[in-house]
């Protein structure tokens, strides 16, 4: 089973600033990766497939990147409704599907 | 617009059944891969069972194999997840989640049902 570890478990960010979120795989994914943004009550949300390309309706201030075991989620300029959850997935070899423990996004 | 609606969730005692069903609407249900996924309080995401468009092929977490069932009926768009000999530790919220058609990420998720098993 493929581990997907996230950092830092939570990050403080002032509106405006930039956020960078970490994502680490036990081994390569290649770039089969997702990422996805809950908020308190709701669903998640895909934001980013394939490591790097943006969903459908997302925001350009949300960007991914990376390949094999490290990938990093970077929201440019929070907005105040960027203040969230974000959880990797990892698609490359499963079953089982795996996530990482999630990085909340909180206001400095 | 794709919607998807879970129901079925509630309060079971440990070693009891549930049965959750998800309707789906505005797509093609017997043209996309389904799973269900599920979120203990406070806590990630765990995925927990997948079937095929046709529902030629299972997989299931560890975690649930042998007590869960998963199933569809593209007649009639729904999913469903049996579960039964339920544990304490299977107390969370479950969504039915979507694939992306050809690929292993998920594009639409419910609102997800509460399932508590608790004595």
């Known amino acids: 089973e493929i581990v997907m570890t996230q950092s830092p478990a939570t990050l403080s960010v002032s509106p405006g600033e930039r956020a960078t979120l970490s994502c680490r795989a036990s081994?390569?994914?290649?770039?089969?990766l997702a990422w996805y943004q809950q908020k308190p009550g709701q669903a998640p949300r895909l934001l980013i497939y394939g490591a790097s390309t943006r969903a459908t309706g997302i925001p350009a201030r949300f960007s991914g990147s990376g390949s094999g075991t490290e990938f990093t989620l970077t929201i440019s300029s929070l907005q105040s409704e960027d203040f969230a959850v974000y959880y990797c997935q990892q698609y490359n070899d499963w079953p089982p599907l795996t996530f990482g423990g999630g990085t909340k996004v909180e206001i400095k | 617009h794709v919607q998807l609606v879970e129901s079925g969730g509630g309060l079971v005692k440990p070693g009891g059944s549930l049965r959750l069903s998800c309707a789906a609407s505005?797509?093609?249900?017997?043209?996309?891969?389904m799973s269900w996924i599920r979120q203990a309080p406070g806590k990630g995401l765990e995925w927990v069972s997948y079937i095929s468009s046709s529902g030629s092929t299972i997989y299931y977490a560890d975690s649930v194999k042998g007590r869960f069932t998963i199933s569809r009926d593209n007649a009639k768009n729904s999913l469903y997840l049996q579960m039964n000999s339920l544990r304490a530790e299977d107390t969370a919220v479950y969504y039915c989640?979507?694939?992306?058609?050809?690929?292993?990420?998920?594009?639409?998720w419910g609102q997800g049902t509460l399932v508590t098993v608790s004595s």
């Open positions: 081994q390569s994914v290649s770039s089969n």
């Open positions: 505005g797509f093609t249900f017997s043209d996309y891969y």
């Open positions: 989640a979507r694939l992306v058609n050809g690929d292993y990420y998920f594009d639409y």
